[in-house]
């Protein structure tokens, strides 16, 4: 991190465990979408088709969910990036006029590093806080405490992560698997209930 001719290091913490909530939400939904199909005896027959497409609707909504969760990053206020507590989970400690979200997009890992800089309290600059981002721009603003701040720099790195590329293809197989069973139980639902006069 360049400052003031020059660099700064920082490191994940050893002592400290995080997760990124996005892994853990798209995991949960996967678990859900897991018992949703394991939930019934062995030895259960589905009585009609409609039964089979409503559990097909359920587990793919929870497919679609996990996917989501990876491809879709929260959009987040600075307030509350700061009460995040990721600025904690470094060593050295981050100095308090540095913020940073961690999450993921797609597959990459995004580091999002936010410099910032009190405005004073008699500055003449129209005071307008940030609504939430995936990403703020520099001149973004908002209070932290008895605070007004603005981020002046904003320095962004993204590492490919390749087991989620492979992740978000399996959701998508899985999901135009269970679309082809769909389609496949209507195709036959409709069959059988056809009647000639």
């Known amino acids: 991190m360049p400052r003031n001719n020059q660099l700064l290091h ?14 853990q939400d798209a995991r949960n939904h996967v678990s859900q979408a897991i018992y949703l199909l394991n939930n019934r005896d062995e030895s259960y027959q589905f009585r009609t088709g409609a039964e089979v497409l409503k559990l097909m609707d ?6 679609t969910r996990a996917r989501n969760r990876l491809t879709t990053p929260a959009t987040l206020t ?3 990036i700061a009460a995040s507590g990721l600025t904690r989970m470094f060593a050295p ?18 580091l999002t590093v936010y410099q910032l800089h009190a ?19 520099p001149g973004a603003m908002f209070e932290w405490g008895s605070q007004r701040l603005e981020v002046s720099h904003v320095h962004k790195v ?3 992560i390749p087991w989620l590329n492979d992740a978000l293809v399996f959701f998508t197989v899985s999901l135009q698997l269970c679309q082809q069973l769909k389609d496949k ?8 209930s056809y ?3």
């Open 93 to 110: 400690a981050l100095p308090s006029d540095l913020l940073v979200n961690v999450y993921i997009n797609l597959n990459k890992l995004c």
């Open 78 to 80: 600075l307030p509350e």
């Open 58 to 63: 359920a587990v793919m909504l929870q497919l």
């Open 185 to 192: 139980i209507s195709v036959f639902s409709s069959y059988w």
């Open 119 to 137: 405005l004073q309290p008699n500055s003449t600059k129209n005071f307008r806080p940030a609504g939430g981002s995936v990403l703020h721009s």
């Open 195 to 197: 009647r000639p006069f």
């Open 10 to 23: 920082f490191a994940f913490r050893e002592d400290k465990q995080w997760k990124l909530q996005q892994i």
């Open 158 to 160: 993204e590492s490919v």
